[in-house]
């Protein structure tokens, strides 16, 4: 959206500003769509497969001049907020966007819902139960917000794009007194500035979004560990997918920023970095101004002086042979990655309009391993999409074995108003569908498990992040491979990399030993 549609839009809203107290003069029993509809009718178009299909690359304008409104710098003082965040990694580091610049207005933050002046819910919709979670949570809350009027409770994220969701927030939650989409997020400042004066809810959702904000400040949970987003949005349209219409259109972030940014990390003294979108293989197609893809990004981060980089998540449509020379060439570029095949089945893959066949995934895998033979290959498989039958899923079985992914997550298709899929009749019966999602999970556990112990007695190097949850007398980290390493270390080796001898595997994590001579001590 540029600043011309945004003055537009800011213009309409206040317009409307009078209907909406008609509509609520209404009894809230009496109320339909209809007395919700001029919410949407500027923010908001629904999902709609067939017009965000059409979406234009032409609108994609990257901005560098976000800042707080004079008057709210200081609105923070003596306030605290809380942000609870469900689903991807994404929706956690738009999290810590969020943080900064609540951080930025002065506000602190807090873990306890009763001190908070600011309660936000970053939301997932990517299946039911996640939205189920949400409307659970909004329930516990509204005792809290009677107690404490001032409060302000809103709800952002996924949810909050669509619009079913978000009718029902406004009628059945009166006390969610802000909502606003995963677009918005640079307008929090004026935002909260309407919700702390304004008596009616503050809705604004922006659905065809084409903007990139740049200069956005973060509070980054931990200095060990960061993520940067390269890319926003999803073109893919996976039939069972809302993606696409909560995040809008691809668009990717210029190199420049992005390599500015992992640079800066890396001065930081960070010792991962974690480059993240919804097809990161999709970087820079939108670019009509030169020919740089995501082996090209790769290939340029590699060269800064940070440890590790990972990236998430792959479509392996976009997967091309060039990423696949340039992770060959390893060094920090870690050996691990997570390529989705959601199922083995090529009749089913062609309904989830995932444009490629069980064959294709093989050969790419084939073409992987053989660029790279220490790969570790991890996946996320959906069981019992409309009218699966049996051979389909056991061709799920089979190639979750052929491939021999090392984990999963799997998970029962669910479906998502407004996506394709929803709209197919579907004849398998749910315990049908949780028998096979048992079965897949008892495959994944065996592969795990057996993963895991070909490590004993083997070095691995370890990134230190902390104490175990369970025990503070032992460590916790990663292996550049992703697995769970616990071991008896000093606290002093928190945020190095260590080399630890695996002594015993479990199913999920490993336990080791440290190594005690190559341990490098980070200042
Ligand atoms: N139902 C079940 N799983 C889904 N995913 C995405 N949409 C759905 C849905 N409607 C899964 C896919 C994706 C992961 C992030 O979530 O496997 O890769
Ligand atoms: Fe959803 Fe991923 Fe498919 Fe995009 S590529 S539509 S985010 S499953």
Not at 7 to 16: F, R
Not at 327 to 341: F, R, S, T
Not at 386 to 412: C, D, H, R, W
Request: hydrophobic share 35%; charged share 30%.
């Amino acid at each position: 959206m540029n600043e011309q549609q945004r003055n537009e839009q800011a213009k309409i809203k206040t317009d409307l500003s009078t209907d909406r107290k008609s509509a609520q003069d209404k009894p809230l029993t009496e109320k339909t769509t209809e007395d919700f509809a001029h919410y949407f009718q500027t923010t908001y178009e629904p999902p709609n497969i067939r017009q965000a299909r059409k979406r234009g690359r032409d609108k994609i304008e990257v901005h560098y001049d976000f800042h707080i409104p004079e008057k709210m710098e200081r609105i923070g003082e003596g306030k605290k907020f809380l942000i609870r965040t469900y689903g991807c990694q994404m929706n956690e580091h738009d999290t810590e966007v969020m943080a900064g610049i609540f951080t930025e207005m002065g506000y602190e933050p807090t873990t306890e819902t009763a001190e908070a002046d600011i309660i936000l819910l970053n939301t997932c919709a990517i299946r039911e139960n996640a939205e189920n979670k949400v409307f659970g949570e909004l329930g516990h809350l509204k005792p809290l917000k009677l107690e404490n009027p001032d409060l302000i409770v809103g709800v952002c994220g996924c949810m909050s794009q669509q619009e079913s969701v978000v009718n029902k927030i406004l009628q059945k939650h009166q006390h969610v007194d802000l909502i606003f989409g995963t677009h918005n997020i640079h307008r929090i400042p004026n935002l909260i500035e309407e919700a702390m004066y304004s008596k009616a809810q503050v809705v604004e959702v922006w659905s065809k979004e084409g903007d990139i904000i740049e200069n956005l400040p973060k509070a980054r949970h931990g200095k060990i560990k960061a993520w940067v987003n390269i890319m926003y949005g999803c073109d893919k349209f996976c039939t069972y997918c809302i993606v696409p219409m909560t995040r809008g259109k691809e668009r990717s972030r210029l190199p420049e920023d992005i390599i500015q940014e992992v640079r800066h990390l890396a001065a930081q003294g960070y010792q991962e970095v974690t480059l993240l979108g919804q097809n990161v293989n999709a970087y820079g197609k939108d670019f009509d101004d030169k020919e740089y893809r995501f082996g090209d990004l790769l290939d340029d981060v590699s060269k800064i002086d940070i440890p590790r980089i990972r990236f998430t998540t792959s479509h392996p449509r976009d997967f091309d042979d060039h990423l696949i020379d340039v992770l060959a060439k390893g060094g920090n570029l870690l050996d691990h990655i997570h390529l989705p095949v959601q199922s083995g089945s090529s009749h089913i893959l062609r309904k989830m309009n995932r444009k490629y066949t069980r064959e294709s995934y093989l050969e790419l895998v084939r073409k992987i391993k053989a660029a790279i033979p220490n790969v570790t290959l991890t996946t996320d498989i959906i069981v019992g999409f409309p009218n699966e039958t049996e051979e389909q899923f056991e061709e799920t079985m089979t190639l979750m074995k052929e491939v021999g992914f090392e984990s999963a997550y799997t998970f029962i298709y669910s479906p998502r108003e407004g996506t394709p899929a929803a709209a197919q009749k579907d004849d398998i019966p749910e315990d049908v569908k949780k028998a096979r999602l048992h079965r897949l999970n008892a495959l994944v556990n065996e592969q795990s498990k057996q993963s895991m112990a070909s490590y004993e007695g083997k070095i691995v190097k370890v990134l230190v992040e902390g104490e175990s949850k369970k025990d503070d007398t032992v460590l916790a980290g990663y292996t550049e491979k992703n697995k769970v390493v616990n071991f008896k270390g000093p606290k002093s080796i928190i945020g190095s990399i260590v080399e630890v001898k695996i002594t015993d595997a479990k199913t999920w994590s490993l336990n080791g030993e440290l190594v005690e001579q190559t341990v490098e001590v980070n200042p």
